[in-house]
């Protein structure tokens, strides 16, 4: 049973624009979600946050928004760098718990 | 912030043969975390490591095949046992040093590929 889904498992943008990358989650008990980056051969880094008493977390060129009626975030990076190109998880927890559940990744390339 | 060093980065090993992973923390921290990223999934947690106590796994995992210690507070080190070619997969280590998962840090990670 995966709680938390990424359903595109890649996603390609041009240096500069928008990226958005979607994650879906299906357990209500969440309350606190996180974006990480992952390079190749490094552990996972931690990117954004956002919890439930919120709709919009901004740092930077990253945003993440959160609608919890859809259980919905998505992560906005504008404008786009090459230095983005990684593999992004969503993840997910109940505040308070440590547990961190994943979504499965989105790999992003940004084309110069 | 956590620094966290993670070994080996990777290791080609033998089915029936067990690995040791050793994570390593510049500071002190009381839980620690193991998870497996097998190829194209997600991470999954394997198990939490407290000092002083026995680790808590998660469904699916169990003592036998993955067995923890946790001398200290801030290090632990994670066994996969009797490895078959389905444990091959990314094994990472993760501390929360503020207590509750507002930003788990991780090691680099260990690439095992059993064959």
């Known amino acids: 049973d995966q709680q938390v889904k990424q359903n595109s498992p890649s996603l390609s943008v041009q240096e500069g624009r928008i990226s958005i990358l979607n994650c879906d989650y299906t357990n209500s008990m969440f309350d606190y979600f996180l974006w990480y980056k992952k390079y190749p051969a490094e552990g996972p880094t931690f990117l954004i946050s956002i919890s439930s008493i919120k709709d919009k977390n901004e740092d930077g060129r990253f945003t993440v928004f959160l609608n919890k009626s859809a259980k919905h975030l998505s992560l906005h990076i504008v404008p786009s760098q090459p230095g983005d190109s990684a593999v992004y998880f969503c993840a997910a927890s109940v505040y308070g718990n440590e547990k961190l559940t994943f979504g499965t990744g989105t790999r992003l390339t940004i084309i110069p | 912030s956590a620094v966290i060093s993670q070994k080996p980065s990777r290791d080609i090993c033998q089915r029936g043969t067990s690995l040791t992973i050793q994570c390593q923390v510049d500071s002190q921290v009381t839980m620690m975390f193991w998870y497996r990223q097998q190829p194209g999934q997600s991470l999954t947690l394997i198990a939490t490591?407290?000092?002083?106590?026995?680790?808590?796994?998660e469904s699916g995992f169990v003592i036998d095949k993955f067995p923890i210690s946790r001398p200290n507070l801030t290090f632990s080190t994670l066994t996969v046992s009797n490895m078959s070619p389905e444990d091959s997969s990314i094994y990472l280590c993760?501390?929360?040093?503020?207590?509750?998962?507002?930003?788990?840090?991780f090691g680099q990670g260990t690439r095992l590929t059993v064959v």
């Open positions: 490591a407290n000092q002083g106590s026995e680790a808590t796994y």
């Open positions: 993760s501390v929360e040093p503020t207590g509750v998962s507002t930003e788990a840090f």
